[in-house]
Every structure is written in structure tokens, then in C-alpha cells.
């Protein structure tokens, strides 16, 4: 007789093969969408040069979604690290474009040196606030932080659209609820063909690396992550040092915000974010947490989620590449076990035999 | 029209806005309780709902769209209960990927169907039906007895849930399960059977839920039908402190609040529609507040909501 | 001897290809009580969870009355009669003893209550135990959860009965009841399998005893014709020397290092975890605290290190009051406190994380910027490594892919480096071999005869009557005496942990 049992690597698989296993996952994620595109008549081979194509061709549509993913997913990241489950970036993100829009529509007249700057603190304390909230509200009665977050979000969604519709509208627009557009000092200059955003997004990136990886904070941060009584028992304030870090966390969603309102938008709408604050989730998490892996990651997904577009050039259904996102994130969740776990086949033991 | 005529017809449109939810959240209660939270509730109910209104269109048979509807909801769950429970993977992570993986499928099923209209014999199965006698009374009648299938249904399901988890062997087990799927197992309880069931049948009803949207609301395919009542729906399943007979509340009372939302556009009371919005997700809020204040064991969220259990952790 | 009911042939389980059981054989007969013997970590548990369908073994045979059996899961095992009560109890908290009791078991479709309480009334005639039906099992003690779990054995009819540590928790009268009930079932052809690492539990109860030492079966032996010394060296696997040293260095007229003075800590439920406790610590000595599992030493603790605020008293430490000050204030006062909690890497340890970053734990702080002391880091975590002889490849090793004895030598070491005053310790030698234990109780014998004060919560008694200088009992988050532990027997100390007042002559 010949079993199989699983059990828990308790030495992790090396670092190789864990990267090995994951491409493996892509790769295969890949093949079996190509063979159901081939199956519905489409040719794989033409649909992946499309994407593969996209970001030489779009290369500015696909930055647009980068800086936002890895500036959401850069928030999202030092929260999970403190096992913060803020699933509440798509909020952060809309009340920074909140924080960002109030200040540009209200100070418009400022030159930009002055304007984008204060546009950007306004969007990182927005975005902040928003975050806190539900991580005093975990301090104070240990409600559950991945459901308020959850919830925070579409009371934000809601309070754009309120905006756009209400107080905000703009009487210019004859009609159409509409937030009037900021003015030419409130928006992010282009550099290099791409707005600047992408600077601020890669200074993010070094900031957050050294933050997490050197610095006495991220220190903190991670000791709280594996155990808070430990933390408070080496004598850290966990209280004070989770809602810095959330601050942080919903700050940088919020940025994500203002760069989109600034930048892209050129104003606000209840439906700019388009999802990519869970997006973002599961980039971050594909990087395990890692800010220089999160920007790679990143790209990847922006590449399909711009590619949307040229497919359906080709007629077809631009919900290709959600499909493709999803097919691609379950093959890799499902690579995870086998790093995680071990699998051993016992090959046929001695005297052992079939039980009745 | 006199008042008490408005009001039962507005208690009717608010069950039936809430119908849709009902599914979706006691779907999301029984997926809870075997302690996996599901965030793909939103991709279920539009798998469902284009499923439905494609069969629908294809066969004109009710009975086999709602089927149809329910198995893709079904199917999403299977994916998701694969790799939660037999491959242990994030729960997080896996609903929301299912959630974007749901938009992706029903809006590739939906370009097909884009064109198409739900044939009579659909609308017709799924019209209110006004049951005689009791229909005629006021307000009631209308908010309850002159109500097509789905909201029966709707309103059987969430009993039957409270009842299979509340008062047979199989809910003790479910219940078991979400709390301690340890001592569930070393007491003899399949417990990856018991998973992969109610995550299955959760999701058949999410499928079902995103169906009434799109075959008993409307005529035509449109585009991410569900609006976000997926989202109210995981909500409204810790509103209801897991329990489907509050399910049925919740859902209700959702459902006025939208009803009221359109309403005070034609009153003279001025509140703003996204203000009205915001209610059941503040409300949601206070209610975690409120239950993690009281700190009443039995209303808490199931103590293994979002762990893997694997029997040979040592 | 009569046919063996129960077979275990050349049982042979790994994880993570690391044997935990390797080629193990034992049987069992009905009406016999057989003690599993061995140190911890010697691959016990993980053989009487093969026995009970939890873990499946890489290779061998098990039979029961003459069939061979293949174990799939639990259920498997519950068929074939088996019963187990686990070391860590598998009970649903938010249920009733009887819901948990019938769980797996229902014959109906529906549940009653009535129905439920009637087979749990039935069953404490029987055997003579006291379950309350209706009682939730988050307000039970740790002995009623016991019952609990022996009468789910009991309703499933099972006549094989396995204890996983069942006395661990227990007082020496619940122990002495408990062996009742075993002795009970033994007379009425039962099966018992119970694993124990306390000799004279074994000497007590057993008919016949199975020694595993390292994964490996080393014999099998009867208990009237051994001795405590001879399973001893089985178990360990050379004659060992089992006196702990006390040397004598405390000077008792000299002004204590630390007052606790009338702490009482009322928690949220209104109850008095700890009530009016007062006590003075010396410099270099140990001060060895007994008391059943909860009765307030984690609070105790806590309360010191200044984690916990009490609701009333006050702690002074070299004559300054410290209660209220923060956590970090009192470490750099020099009062260290190492709490291992069952789970061993709770409190104390990161375990995800590596050594240095470990060690650096209390001290990462003490240079000045926003930066940790990268160097220092590295440096501190190789003297520790190298100072206490701690086996890992690296010092950027994972702490919990350690063994348990290495582990813990990372957390004392780390404690001790500090140079503290006081030394507060909980619980230190949890889940460790005798050798590594004495290691433990050399290290703190040397604090103190540094003058270090060395606060010792234990749960061994004979460990602890041995190691104190004086020996505190509370019960209940009270103290109940303070003694001479030369001057108590083990069952006075017993009695004592459950609240009886033995005053023969108090210590100093």
C-alpha cells in the first residue's frame, strides 16, 4: 500500500524554489487561459502579444495604474505587516482625493509650489484620518479592524458621491453631477511623458524599504505583527506605534488619491478608484509585503489591467483580463500550499496491507 | 392613492429590493459559520446573474434559470472552497479574487447575451403573485402577500438556515466547526465535508440572490448588475450577528432604506440619497461597536472565522 | 498474559523529515492500564495521535482485537472504540458540557436539549462524576473541562481510553480522583493508555510501562518489578543526578529588593484575580511560587513588569515605588520578567523572527536615531549564541524552527545579558528534556548567587521544593502560605493550591 501524507514545512522550501513555484504558477495560470481562449475562438497567441504589447504601446496608461497599485499597496503593506487587516484602502484612497480636491478647488489661485504640496498633506492626512478611525475604534473595543475597514469604505464612496451630486456639483456642467475641474496650479506636471507622480511613488518605495527594514519603527512594527503581548512586553507602546503606523498605512492610500485626483482626473469622481484599493490587497500580498516585490507586481497587473482596452480593439470582451487576473491569482494561491506544505509519498511498506 | 395604500406598497418594493440581499447574506452566514469568510459574495452573485438571464434567455424556463443561477454561484464557491479549505490558502485574498474573477465572468457571459431580452414565460413565472384573501389586507397585504416567488423563497431559505444551524445534529456539528474545527474533528465530525458544503451551498444562494436581479428586475443584460449588494450583503451578516432570522430584518430594512432614498425625492424632507447610503454600513459599524462591547460570547463572530485548519498542525 | 487487545507494530512517523516516531511497537491488553513514559519531545503524543486518527503513520500496523486497522481520521478511530483526552482539551468554548459531549454522536436529526442533559445525567450515575449539563465551557474550571472530555469518551461507548497528559493541570486530590475513575474502568475491561512524565503517577497507577526516549521505543517493563530509578535512566538514557543544588547566599536581615504590598487586580468581570498579595523578594534568592495553572501567576506577572495596572497596592523595587511607571521604565530599572506561556513562544520570543533579532528585543532602543544598531545586534546575538551554547546554524536562524531547549536558553540569555536585579520567571523549563531543564535551573542558581532575586513560578513540585529558597502557594489569586519547602510534604503543598491552610512553620 502507498500513502501520501501532508504536513507543514517547518523548514520553509528555499527561497529558489519558492520562486520557482509561484512562475510555475503563472506559467500554468497562463497555458490554461490561453487553451480556454483557444477553446471560445480566440487566438491566445495574438491576445498575449496584445498585452505583452501594452506597455511599449500604452506606456502611460499602464504608469497611471502602477503609481496608483504600488502606492495603495505600499499603505496596505506596513498595515498587514502589523497583521493590521486594512482591506479599507479603496476609502483612504477617495477621502485623500477628498483632501487633495478641497484644497485645490478652495486655494486654486496658489501657484503650484505652494498648492501641490498642500495638496498632497491634505490627501495624506484625509486618507490618514480615515484609517485611524477604525484603529481606535479596535483600540477601544476590539471590533474586528477587516470589517470596519470594509465598511468605511462605502461610507467614503458615498460621501464623494454626495459631493459630486450635492455641494460640489458644478453649475458649469449644465446638469451632468459633476466636481468642477481644478485648476491648471492644482495639477501634477508631466516628466518625462508620465505625470510626476511616478517619482513620488518611486521615493516611496526607497522610503518604505529603509523604514521597514532598518529603522527602529518598522522594527516595531514587525515585532507587533508576530505577537502584541510580546511587544508589549519588551516594553513598546503598541497602542501609540499601531496608530502611527496606520496613519501611515491610510496616508499613502491617500496619496494614492490625490495623485489620481491631481494627475488623471483633474477633479473627483465617485468611481476613480475603479476597485483598485482591493486590487491592491492582493498585490501587496502577491509581494509578500515586500515594497521593492510590490512594485514589481504592480506593473504586472497594470499591464493586464490597461490591456483591457487594446483587446477589446480586437473585439474582445475587455473582462478577459479580470478573468485573467483571477485565474492568475488562484493558481497562485493554490502554489502557495505547495510551499507551505509537504507533500511525501510513502512508497509500498513492508507487511502493510489494505485494511478491510 | 391613500396612505395605507402607499405604505404597503412601499413595504412591498422594500421587500423586494431586499430580497436579493437576503440570499446573499444568509449564503454568507452559512459560509461563516463553518469559519471562512468569503469577500467573493459580490463575484457569486454575478456569476449568478448572468447565468440566470443567459438560461433564462436560452431555455425560457424559470425553474432551470434559477438552477443555472444557483450552480454558478456554486461553482465560484467551489473554486473558493478549494483552495481555502483544501489548499488553506488566504481568505481574504481568495474572496476578493473571486469578487474580480465574478466581474470578469459575468461580464464575459453578459456580451454575449447583450442583445437579448427575457422571454415572457420568465417574467410572467417571476411577476408578484397576489394571493387571494390575504392580499386584500391593508399594508400586508401588499407588503407580503402579493410578492413573486423569489421573495417565498427568500424568506423560507432564511428560516430553514435558522433552523439547520440552530436546532439540528448538522448545525450543532457547522457550528462546531467555525469555533473550534480541532475539537469538531477529534469528535468525529468530517469537517472538510462540512466546509465544502456550506460553502457550496452559500454560494448557491448567492447566485440565486444575483439572479433576481437580473431576471425578475429587469428585461435586459446589464453590466455589473449587483451594484455593490454583494458588499451590503457581507455587511449586513455581521449586522445580523450571524443569525438568518435577523437576516431577514436586516435585509427588510435595507431595502426600506433604499425605498425611502427614492421616496424623499418626491417629499418635502431633504436629505441627500448618499447620505441615506451610508446607513446600513454605519449601522454595521455600531453593531461590531456594540457586540465586541458586550463581549457576549454567543454573538461573537465564529472564534475560527479566517483560520485554516490543517488536523496535523503541530 | 492474556492476548494483547491492542497492537502497535513498527510504528514509524516523520515531519518534515525529522522522525518523531521510528519503528515503535507496543501492546496493550484489555483491563490493563499501560504508562507511556518519555521525555518531552520523545514522541508520545505523536504516537497516541496515531492511535486516535489524527496524524497517519508514514509506515506500520495498527490492530485492534485481532483486525488491522487504517485510521483515516478520527472518526476512523471513534469507531474502533478509542477514546483520547487530549494534552490541550478539544472542547467548544461558546457550547454546553452536554452539546460538546454528544458532538459527533447524534442519533436524531434534531437537537434536545432534554434529550442531551438525560445521557450526561445517566453517565455521572455511572461513573460517579459531576458534569453539569447546561454549563457553558468557558466558565468551567480546568477540571470540570477534564470531565468534560473523559465523559465524551464514556457517551461514544468507547473501551479504549487514552490520556494525553492528564494530570498536568490537575491538584494532587482532583489526581487521586481521577484515578479513581481509571481504576473504575480498568475493572470493567477497559483498555487505558495514559502518558505521564511524572514517575510517581506511574509507580501509582500503571501495570505495566512503555519507555520512549528521542522517537524510539526503549522497552516495556512491568511496574511492579521496576523502580523510579531504573525507568529514569531508561527515560533519560544515563544514570542521572536528579538533586538540584540550592546554595545558601541570601541574606534575609538585609532590606528586601522588591515589596509587592496588598496588589489586588479586579478584572473585567468584576472578579479579584489576585487579592491583598504581599510579599518581599531578596536579593539572591529563590522565590519558588506554586499554584494551580491560573490562580493568578500570569496577572502576578504582568502586574510587576508593569503591563497590567493593579486596581489596588502598590510595588516598591530598591526602595522607590515603580507601580504605574511603563514597561520599558521598569526594565531599564533592571527587573526582567520571562513568562513562557503554554505555547512557549507567546510572550517573550518573536518567533517568526530570527535570533538577533530576538536578542535585540528589550535593548534595540539604547542607541539614539531612528535606525537599529545593526552591528550591535549581530554582535550581542553571537555572544548569546556562544555564551549559553545555543545549537543553530545561524544567528539570522528562525526562532521557532529551534529545538524547544535552544529556544528557551535564546530567552533566558537574552534576559539574563540585561544584568537585571530581579529576575522574574515563569514556567522556564515548559516542553523541555531533563537535561536541558537542569541547564535552566543552573542558569538561575547562578543569577542568584549573583544577587540576582529570582522570582521562580514552576509547576513542578518536586522541582520546585527542591530549587526555592522559600516557596509561595497561592490559590485562587491569593496567597495562601508562605513556607520552608524542606519543611512540606508534596501533598501539604497540594492541599494548600487548592486554599487549605497548613501551618506548620512558616519560613521566613
Known amino acids: ?356 | 392613492m391613500d396612505i395605507i395604500e402607499q405604505i404597503g406598497l412601499f413595504l412591498q418594493s422594500a421587500v423586494q429590493t431586499g430580497t436579493p440581499i437576503l440570499f446573499a447574506i444568509v449564503g454568507g452566514i452559512l459560509c461563516e459559520k463553518v469559519g471562512h469568510m468569503n469577500l467573493g459574495v459580490e463575484g457569486m452573485m454575478l456569476m449568478g446573474a448572468a447565468l440566470g438571464f443567459t438560461v433564462a434567455c436560452a431555455t425560457g424556463n424559470p425553474l432551470l434559470a434559477m438552477l443555472a443561477a444557483g450552480g454558478a454561484g456554486a461553482a465560484g464557491a467551489l473554486i473558493y472552497a478549494f483552495i481555502t479549505v483544501t489548499l488553506r490558502g488566504n481568505q481574504v485574498v481568495t474572496g476578493l479574487v473571486l469578487t474580480i474573477f465574478g466581474t470578469g465572468v459575468s461580464g464575459l457571459i453578459g456580451s454575449f447575451v447583450s442583445d437579448k431580452q427575457i422571454p415572457q414565460t420568465v417574467r410572467e413565472a417571476f411577476s408578484p403573485m397576489e394571493i387571494p384573501l390575504l392580499s386584500d389586507i391593508p399594508i400586508l397585504g401588499d407588503a407580503l402577500f402579493s410578492q413573486d416567488i423569489y421573495v417565498w423563497l427568500g424568506l423560507i431559505i432564511a428560516i430553514l438556515a435558522y433552523f439547520y444551524l440552530n436546532k439540528t445534529k448538522l448545525g450543532l456539528y457547522v457550528r462546531a466547526i467555525g469555533e473550534n474545527p480541532g475539537a469538531a474533528d477529534a469528535s468525529g465530525i468530517n469537517v472538510t465535508m462540512h466546509k465544502y458544503i456550506n460553502i457550496l451551498i452559500g454560494g448557491f444562494l448567492c447566485g440565486l440572490g444575483g439572479a433576481y436581479l437580473s431576471t425578475a428586475f429587469l428585461t435586459t443584460w446589464q453590466d455589473n448588475v449587483t451594484a455593490g449588494a454583494g458588499w451590503i450583503a457581507v455587511a449586513l451578516i455581521i449586522f445580523s450577528t450571524w443569525n438568518p432570522l435577523k437576516a431577514i430584518f436586516a435585509a427588510y430594512l435595507f431595502g426600506m432604506l433604499r425605498g425611502l432614498n427614492y421616496k424623499m425625492q418626491g417629499w418635502e424632507i431633504q436629505i441627500p440619497s448618499q447620505l441615506l447610503t451610508m446607513l446600513p454600513y454605519i449601522a454595521t459599524i455600531v453593531v461590531l461597536i456594540f457586540i465586541a462591547m458586550r463581549k457576549k460570547k454567543e454573538n461573537q463572530p465564529p472564534k475560527a472565522l479566517g483560520e485554516s485548519y490543517f488536523r496535523e498542525e503541530r | 498474559m492474556s492476548q494483547p487487545y491492542i497492537t502497535l507494530n513498527n510504528i514509524t512517523k516523520s515531519f518534515d523529515s525529522v522522525y518523531a516516531n521510528k519503528d515503535i511497537s507496543i501492546d496493550v491488553c484489555k483491563g490493563e492500564i499501560l504508562a507511556l513514559l518519555g521525555e518531552n519531545g520523545s514522541g508520545k503524543s505523536t504516537l497516541v495521535n496515531m492511535l486516535s486518527g489524527i496524524y497517519k503513520p508514514d509506515s506500520g500496523t495498527i490492530t485492534i482485537d485481532g483486525k488491522e486497522m487504517s485510521f483515516s481520521s478520527p472518526a476512523d478511530a471513534i469507531k474502533a472504540g478509542i477514546g483520547m483526552v487530549h494534552q490541550h482539551f478539544k472542547l467548544v468554548d461558546v457550547m454546553t458540557a452536554s452539546e460538546n459531549i454528544v458532538l459527533g454522536h447524534i442519533k436524531h436529526l434534531t437537537t434536545s436539549k432534554k434529550r442531551m442533559a438525560h445521557h450526561v445525567e445517566k453517565l455521572n450515575k455511572k461513573y460517579g462524576l459531576n458534569v453539569e449539563p447546561d454549563k457553558k465551557i468557558y466558565n468551567m474550571s480546568v477540571s470540570e473541562k477534564q470531565a468534560v472530555e473523559i465523559m465524551k469518551v464514556f457517551y461514544r461507548g468507547a473501551n479504549v481510553l487514552i490520556l494525553d497528559e492528564p494530570t498536568a493541570v490537575l491538584t494532587p486530590q482532583e489526581i487521586t480522583a481521577l484515578f479513581d475513575i481509571l481504576r473504575k474502568m480498568k475493572q470493567q475491561g477497559c483498555t487505558i493508555i495514559i502518558i505521564t512524565h511524572k514517575m510517581a503517577e506511574v509507580m501509582e497507577i500503571s501495570d505495566r510501562v512503555t519507555v520512549l526516549r528521542k522517537g524510539e521505543c526503549i522497552g516495556t517493563v512491568k511496574t511492579s518489578e521496576t523502580t523510579p530509578q531504573q525507568l529514569t535512566e531508561m527515560m533519560v538514557g544515563k544514570a542521572v543526578e536528579l538533586e538540584i543544588e540550592r546554595p545558601k547566599c541570601c541574606d534575609y536581615t538585609s532590606k528586601p529588593l522588591l515589596t509587592v504590598n496588598s496588589i489586588t487586580k479586579t478584572n473585567t468581570d468584576g472578579v479579584n484575580v489576585l487579592n491583598n498579595v504581599s510579599f518581599n523578594l531578596y536579593g539572591g534568592e529563590i522565590l519558588g511560587v506554586a499554584g494551580i495553572a491560573g490562580s493568578g501567576q500570569k496577572e502576578l506577572c504582568e502586574i510587576i513588569a508593569g503591563l497590567v495596572k493593579a486596581t489596588t497596592g502598590s510595588i516598591t523595587f530598591d526602595g522607590e515605588v515603580i507601580t504605574g511607571l511603563s514597561p520599558r521604565a521598569i526594565i531599564k530599572k533592571g527587573i526582567s520578567m520571562s513568562f513562557v506561556p503554554e505555547d512557549r513562544l507567546g510572550m517573550g520570543l518573536v518567533s517568526g523572527m530570527s535570533i538577533t533579532n530576538n536578542v535585540i528585543l528589550k535593548s534595540y532602543n539604547r542607541n539614539p536615531g531612528p535606525f537599529i544598531d545593526s552591528k550591535f545586534a549581530k554582535k550581542l546575538a553571537e555572544q548569546i549564541v556562544n555564551d549559553f551554547n545555543i545549537y543553530t546554524p545561524s544567528v539570522n536562524y528562525t526562532v521557532k524552527k529551534l529545538s524547544g531547549g535552544n529556544i528557551q536558553k535564546v530567552l533566558l540569555g537574552r534576559e539574563i545579558w540585561l544584568s537585571p536585579k530581579v529576575l522574574i520567571t515563569a514556567y522556564p523549563v515548559r516542553g523541555l528534556d531533563i537535561g536541558a531543564s537542569y541547564n535552566i535551573y543552573h542558569l538561575l542558581n547562578e543569577q542568584k548567587k549573583k544577587g540576582v532575586a529570582v522570582l521562580f513560578i514552576g509547576e513542578d513540585l518536586d522541582v520546585l521544593k527542591s530549587i526555592s529558597d522559600r516557596l509561595m502557594v497561592i490559590h485562587d489569586g491569593e496567597i495562601v502560605d508562605i513556607v520552608d519547602p524542606d519543611s512540606v510534604t508534596k501533598e501539604d503543598i497540594g492541599l494548600m493550591m487548592v486554599g487549605e491552610h497548613i501551618r506548620k512553620e512558616s519560613a521566613q
Request: with cysteine; net charge positive; charged share 10%.
Open chain 1, 1 to 356: 500500500m502507498s500513502r501520501i501524507s501532508i504536513s507543514k514545512r517547518k523548514r520553509s522550501a528555499s527561497a529558489v524554489a519558492d520562486v520557482l513555484i509561484r512562475i510555475g504558477a503563472i506559467v500554468g495560470a497562463l497555458l490554461f487561459i490561453g487553451i480556454v481562449l483557444a477553446i471560445m475562438g480566440y487566438d491566445p497567441i495574438n491576445v498575449y502579444g496584445k498585452i505583452i504589447q501594452t506597455p511599449f504601446k500604452r506606456f502611460g496608461g499602464v504608469m497611471n495604474y502602477t503609481i496608483m497599485l504600488t502606492t495603495l499597496s505600499l499603505g496596505i503593506a506596513i498595515a498587514f505587516r502589523m497583521k493590521f487587516w486594512n482591506i479599507g484602502a479603496e476609502g483612504q484612497f477617495y477621502m485623500g482625493a477628498f483632501g487633495a480636491a478641497a484644497v485645490a478647488l478652495s486655494m486654486g489661485d496658489l501657484p503650484p509650489i505652494v498648492l501641490l504640496p498642500l495638496m498632497f498633506i491634505a490627501g495624506f492626512i484625509c486618507g490618514g484620518i480615515w484609517a485611524v478611525i477604525p484603529a481606535l475604534i479596535k483600540a477601544k473595543f476590539q471590533a474586528s479592524e477587516t470589517l470596519v475597514t470594509l465598511m468605511m469604505n462605502y461610507i467614503a464612496i458615498a460621501f464623494i458621491s454626495y459631493l459630486q451630486y450635492g455641494p460640489w456639483k458644478d453649475p458649469a456642467a449644465l446638469g451632468a453631477a459633476k466636481v468642477p475641474n481644478f485648476s491648471e496650479n492644482a495639477v501634477l506636471p508631466e516628466v518625462l511623458g508620465v505625470h510626476s507622480g511616478w517619482i513620488i511613488m518611486l521615493v516611496l518605495v526607497v522610503i518604505m524599504t529603509i523604514v521597514l527594514k532598518y529603522t527602529k519603527f518598522g522594527y516595531q512594527v514587525d515585532v507587533i505583527g508576530e505577537s502584541e503581548t510580546t511587544a508589549k512586553y519588551a516594553g513598546m507602546n503598541t497602542v501609540k506605534i499601531m496608530i502611527i503606523a496606520v496613519i501611515i498605512s491610510g496616508g499613502l492610500c491617500g496619496l494614492a488619491g490625490f495623485m489620481q485626483a491631481s494627475a488623471v482626473e483633474k477633479s473627483i469622481t465617485d468611481s476613480m478608484s475603479a476597485g483598485l484599493g482591493f486590487t491592491a490587497v492582493i498585490t501587496a500580498w502577491l509581494a509578500k509585503l515586500k515594497p521593492p516585490v510590490i512594485l514589481v507586481a504592480s506593473f504586472g497587473f497594470s499591464i493586464l489591467l490597461q490591456s483591457g482596452n487594446s483587446l477589446q480593439l480586437m473585439k474582445i470582451p475587455s473582462s478577459i483580463t479580470e478573468i485573467m487576473q483571477g485565474v492568475i491569482i488562484f493558481f497562485v494561491l493554490a502554489s502557495e500550499f505547495f510551499i507551505n506544505y509537504k507533500i511525501t509519498w510513502h512508497g509500498k511498506n513492508s507487511g502493510a496491507k489494505e485494511a478491510a
